[in-house]
């Protein structure tokens, strides 16, 4: 597999060859996580995380698709079938509590025991 900037063989390291494996950043080569297509060094990764948080409001309410209350991150696919439950963001790794708003039903019973054919004979009289 050859390194993804430059196309080099990267013997060295998966994805990157020994020049290219390093933060897109700030070129360090310290304390380097994959995160998504980048290359990306621990501390510039909490800079993005942190203008990301200073950037975002709040909390969500009702919205279509899962937003992270912290950064906004909008990539979390919601596995658990639980109406409410708690998640940690691997953008942030903050946590936060995803509750899905459930459609309302209406279900109907009959009571008093009687049934349909007593009914209806007690129409007739
Ligand atoms: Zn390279
Ligand atoms: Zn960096
Ligand atoms: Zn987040």
């Known amino acids: 597999m050859g390194c993804e900037v430059c196309g080099q063989d990267a013997p060295e390291h ?4 020994e020049k290219h494996f390093c933060c897109d950043v700030c070129r360090t080569k310290e304390d380097l996580l994959f995160w998504s ?4 060094c621990k501390s510039c990764h909490d800079k993005r995380v942190r203008q990301r948080i200073a ?14 209350p ?5 990539s979390i696919s919601d596995c ?14 903050q946590k936060f509590d ?4 459930v459609d309302i ?3 109907t019973t009959r009571t008093g025991g009687i049934t349909t054919d007593e009914f209806t004979a007690k129409l007739r009289e």
Request: net charge positive; proline share 0%.
């Open 37 to 40: 297509s980048m290359l990306i």
């Open 55 to 68: 950037a975002f409001d709040d909390d969500t309410y009702y919205r279509d698709e899962i937003i992270c």
């Open 105 to 107: 039903a209406y279900t």
């Open 98 to 101: 995803i509750t899905r708003k």
């Open 70 to 74: 912290w950064c906004g991150d909008k």
């Open 80 to 93: 658990e079938g639980t109406v409410k439950h708690k998640h940690k963001c691997s953008f942030c790794g």
């Open 14 to 17: 998966i994805w990157r060859c």
